[in-house]
């Protein structure tokens, strides 16, 4: 593309990453569509190896944000608000510990961080395992707890609650109002986090603003293709990118990735 047709503030962006961020952004909306989780397992890590972690979570937070819009409204009726609001006063509470890390902590060891997080949380989601105690408060509590930092710091909540939330006694239909409900919040309170520590800037608004379209023909390519695709066979093969995306993103990748 000429330079003459590329608004000075988008300039910066129109290097050789651009494509390569494209296909990545496409390939995260894609897995959202297609499986309904997983966009910030892949976005995340690769990504953050193209331009830092603290671009990529920043960016996905905004992206994923205005994407859950048309998905929360029709979802408001069926949740459960017992169940979801105490995880979200949680989550709330310490997303800004998880803000500090990614703030502070040095983005080698936090890429390294978040690629080892989504293999452990990849095992846990394919292995089956739930948790099928009782919902107890301090249980919810320290779930919340325990996504809130780790959403702050990575923007990949959604592991903890979903293995809480899917051994427990509610519908599936429940399960999913609330996990719309809770991720919605959620990116509302890590907006509110960002922008007070100063992390939502302009370069993350045009970025994320590039990355829009992307996301939404993936999402909307993976929801097409999930109508021809048995509910095993789809969970494997998100799976299988996303440990792909993970382990690709590793620093030991980075001069094959570039």
Same mark, same amino acid.
């Given at each position: 593309?000429?330079?003459a047709l590329i608004?000075?503030?988008?300039?910066?962006?129109?290097?050789?990453?651009?494509?390569?961020?494209?296909?990545?952004?496409?390939?995260?909306?894609?897995?959202?569509?297609?499986?309904?989780?997983?966009?910030?397992?892949?976005?995340?890590?690769?990504?953050?190896?193209?331009?830092?972690?603290?671009?990529?979570?920043?960016?996905?937070?905004?992206?994923?944000?205005?994407?859950?819009?048309?998905?929360?409204? @029709?979802? &408001? =009726?069926?949740?459960?608000?017992?169940? /979801?609001?105490?995880? *979200?006063?949680?989550? !709330?509470?310490? #997303? $800004?510990?998880?803000?500090?890390?990614?703030?502070?902590?040095?983005?080698?060891?936090?890429?390294?961080a978040i690629a080892?997080?989504?293999?452990?949380?990849?095992?846990?989601?394919?292995?089956?395992?739930r948790y099928h105690?009782? @919902?107890? &408060? =301090?249980?919810?509590?320290?779930?919340? /707890?325990?996504?809130? *930092?780790?959403?702050? !710091?990575?923007? #990949? $909540?959604?592991?903890?609650?979903?293995?809480?939330?899917?051994?427990?006694?509610?519908?599936?239909?429940?399960?999913?109002?609330?996990?719309?409900?809770?991720?919605?919040?959620?990116?509302?309170?890590?907006?509110?986090?960002?922008?007070?520590?100063?992390?939502?800037?302009?370069?993350?608004?045009?970025?994320?603003?590039?990355?829009?379209?992307?996301?939404?023909?993936?999402?909307?390519?993976?929801?097409?293709?999930?109508?021809?695709?048995?509910?095993?066979?789809?969970?494997?093969?998100?799976?299988?990118?996303?440990?792909?995306?993970?382990?690709?993103?590793?620093?030991?990748?980075?001069?094959?990735?570039?």
């Amino acid at each position: 593309m000429s330079s003459a047709l590329i608004p000075a503030s988008l300039a910066p962006f129109f290097d050789d990453r651009l494509a390569i961020a494209a296909a990545i952004t496409f390939a995260a909306g894609f897995i959202r569509g297609f499986s309904g989780f997983g966009a910030g397992m892949i976005y995340v890590p690769l990504i953050g190896a193209l331009y830092g972690p603290r671009f990529a979570v920043t960016t996905i937070l905004l992206i994923d944000f205005i994407c859950s819009i048309p998905f929360l409204i @029709p979802a &408001l =009726p069926h949740v459960r608000w017992r169940e /979801a609001l105490p995880l *979200v006063a949680a989550a !709330a509470l310490t #997303i $800004p510990v998880g803000a500090m890390a990614l703030i502070y902590v040095d983005p080698g060891p936090l890429r390294w961080a978040i690629a080892i997080l989504i293999v452990i949380f990849v095992a846990l989601l394919a292995s089956g395992w739930r948790y099928h105690g009782a @919902p107890k &408060l =301090p249980v919810t509590l320290g779930v919340g /707890a325990i996504s809130g *930092v780790l959403g702050g !710091a990575t923007q #990949i $909540p959604g592991p903890p609650v979903i293995i809480y939330w899917l051994g427990g006694a509610i519908s599936a239909a429940s399960v999913r109002a609330n996990l719309i409900a809770y991720f919605a919040l959620f990116d509302l309170s890590s907006i509110i986090v960002y922008g007070w520590n100063g992390l939502l800037t302009n370069d993350v608004f045009l970025f994320g603003l590039l990355m829009f379209v992307p996301f939404i023909s993936g999402a909307a390519g993976g929801s097409m293709v999930f109508a021809f695709v048995s509910d095993r066979n789809y969970r494997s093969a998100a799976y299988v990118i996303i440990l792909f995306a993970a382990i690709s993103s590793l620093p030991l990748f980075d001069r094959s990735l570039r």
